[in-house]
């Protein structure tokens, strides 16, 4: 009677453990939803502290001891780092995608103060660009107008026949308006060596118009040979001002390319949005010298091909 009574017992605390087991992870369960629930009203707290510190400082002037410690880090450079139009386009839209975007960014801590800058050194770069080029116009002789007429012709005409040849192509038409937009001797000089770099690229486009790219090569060249060495007589004057210019777009460049790299890190699972996080001219540029290495490649099998000896 003894053994019954306490195989009961027994049993009665074998049953018991399993529904303390059962309501002991029924509680840690609702605990840990409440801690994970208050780990994220935190989250959605410091996001929204940091939306409303973002929208303070995206409409704050950068002061201008800011915008000169940026370009006084850079070293002495040859040239801007991209055509001045497009830097300060791409800028300008840039600004314009992160004032659109600023919750997302802000889940990265990005520091809006940055467009203050970006805007600041914007406006910097293109009033040195004004400047350099008007000193540039000074003292400009008849034969220097008289050759840039006719450079502005040839580039006009080149670029109606490249856009025949490309057809829509995407990339291509891009770098095409990129040139287009361009004015002014200055201008002038860098699209012809543009171009001379260019039309070998799309010999093939061209052929199919009725093209010869060799002659859009050396119609540039002889441009460039009459044109250069009048402009050059009056850069010395201003080549300081071209410096302060170019260094200038590259500390633009720099805080540019920041934005970007939060951009693209925010947007990583959405493709087209980051794609608005990337400077289009490089990409561009990239696509031109992917095309240029394709075909010279299947220019050499092509060769390889036709030196082949056939087999017996």
């Known amino acids: 009677m003894e053994k019954t009574k306490s195989g009961s017992k027994k049993r009665d605390v074998e049953e018991k453990e399993p529904a303390k087991a059962k309501s002991g992870g029924a509680a840690a ?13 935190a989250k959605q707290a410091l996001l929204a502290k940091r939306v409303e510190q973002a929208k303070r400082d995206i409409v704050l002037t950068a002061d201008r001891s800011e915008i000169d410690a940026l370009i006084n880090e850079v070293p002495e450079v040859e040239g801007p780092p991209m055509p ?32 203050g800058i970006l805007r600041a050194l914007v406006e910097h770069v293109q009033a040195l660009h004004i400047a350099a080029r008007a000193n540039m116009r000074k003292g400009r002789t008849d034969t220097e107008v008289e050759v840039l007429e006719q450079a502005i012709e040839f580039r006009e005409e080149t670029l109606g026949d490249m856009e025949l040849a490309v057809d829509g ?15 002014g001797v200055d201008d002038a000089i860098d699209d012809l060596e543009r171009i001379v770099d260019k039309a070998p690229d799309m010999a093939d486009e061209l052929e199919a118009v009725g093209v010869d790219a060799e002659d859009i090569v050396e119609g540039a060249k002889a441009l460039l040979q009459k044109l250069a060495p009048e402009v050059h ?9 071209y410096q302060e210019r170019d260094r200038a777009a590259t500390a633009l460049q720099k805080v540019l390319q920041r934005l970007y ?19 289009a001219y490089s990409r561009t540029r990239k696509a031109l010298y992917r095309a240029k290495q ?15 000896t056939p087999t017996v």
């Not at 369960?29 to 009203?41: D, I, L, M, S, V």
């Not at 007589?233 to 001002?241: D, F, I, L, N, S």
């Not at 947007?267 to 087209?272: H, L």
């Open 294 to 308: 394709t075909r010279e490649k299947n220019k050499q099998l092509k060769t390889n091909g036709e030196n082949k």
């Open 84 to 115: 001045i139009g497009e830097l300060v386009t791409e800028a300008r839209q840039a600004i314009h995608n992160a004032e659109g975007d600023i919750e997302p960014l802000c889940t990265r801590n990005y520091q809006f103060k940055n467009i």
């Open 261 to 279: 790299k939060f951009g693209k890190v925010v947007f990583r699972k959405q493709p087209k949005r980051a794609r608005l996080y990337a400077s």
């Open 169 to 183: 192509e995407e990339e291509a038409t891009a770098w095409i308006a990129s040139v287009r937009e361009n004015e």
């Open 233 to 241: 007589q009056r850069r010395g004057a201003v080549t300081t001002e």
């Open 29 to 41: 369960e609702k605990n840990g939803g409440a801690k994970a629930g208050r780990t994220e009203e």
